[in-house]
Each structure stands twice: as C-alpha cells, then as structure tokens.
C-alpha cells in the first residue's frame, strides 16, 4: 500500500500564494508520475497538474503560468506552488500517485485524503 499525507491547504485571499505538498510513503517502488486534482463544488475532480520521476510536467491549461508542480524524488515528496489564486479555485485538491505509461495511468492509483484550499476575502 502507499500511503500519501498532503499539507498546506487553507484560506488565502484572491491574488494570495499557497504551496500544497504531499508525501508519499509505503509500496512505493511502482509509482513513476504524482500530481494533484482539484474538486471544486458541485463539480467533477480535475487534473490540475501532475509530475513524473523524469521530470515531465502537465498542467491544465487555466493554470498555466500561476501554479507550478515540482517534487523530490529521494523524499518521495511532491509540490503545488499557487501563485495568483483567484476565488475559482476554491476546490478540494487531492494527492494522487500511481504508475503513468504515456497518459494512461496502469494498475493502482493511491490518493489522499484531500485538502480545502479556499480563496476568499
């Protein structure tokens, strides 16, 4: 099993910065890609970026530019920085791991347990 705790989430102001990090811990020997989706309510869970082991990013095209995705891989440990929040999203953002061959995802995908990350004034 693979476990993944996530920290960083909260209530940041419209414009404000968060950096959202998960560490994943356990079986983790198959896992080459991490990333993060984003829930927000009433709406369907999307991928808001994600990381593999080599380094090739992705990332959703409304936040490009203000988000980045970074990891180390001795620490298992990957990182959002949210830069520029905008009140849209305000989501439930998720942890994700698994195994990426291209942009199919094999086997067991693990999650976190998610965090709220709220944009308000």
């Known amino acids: 099993q693979v476990q993944l705790v996530e920290s960083g989430g909260g209530l940041v102001q419209p414009g404000g910065s968060l950096r959202l990090s998960c560490a994943a811990s356990?079986?983790?020997?198959?896992?080459?890609?991490m990333g993060w989706y984003r829930q927000p309510p009433g709406k369907q869970r999307n991928l808001v970026a994600r990381?593999?082991?080599?380094?090739?990013?992705y990332y959703a095209d409304s936040v490009k530019g203000r988000f980045t995705i970074s990891r180390d891989n001795a620490k298992n440990t990957v990182f959002l920085q949210m830069n520029s929040l905008k009140p849209a999203n305000t989501a439930v953002y998720y942890c994700?791991?698994?195994?990426?061959?291209?942009?199919?995802?094999?086997?067991?995908?693990?999650w976190g347990e998610g965090t709220l990350v709220t944009v308000s004034s």
């Open positions: 994700n791991a698994g195994h990426l061959a291209g942009t199919l995802y094999i086997g067991m995908r693990y």
């Open positions: 356990g079986s983790i020997s198959g896992i080459n890609a």
């Open positions: 990381i593999t082991s080599a380094g090739d990013t």
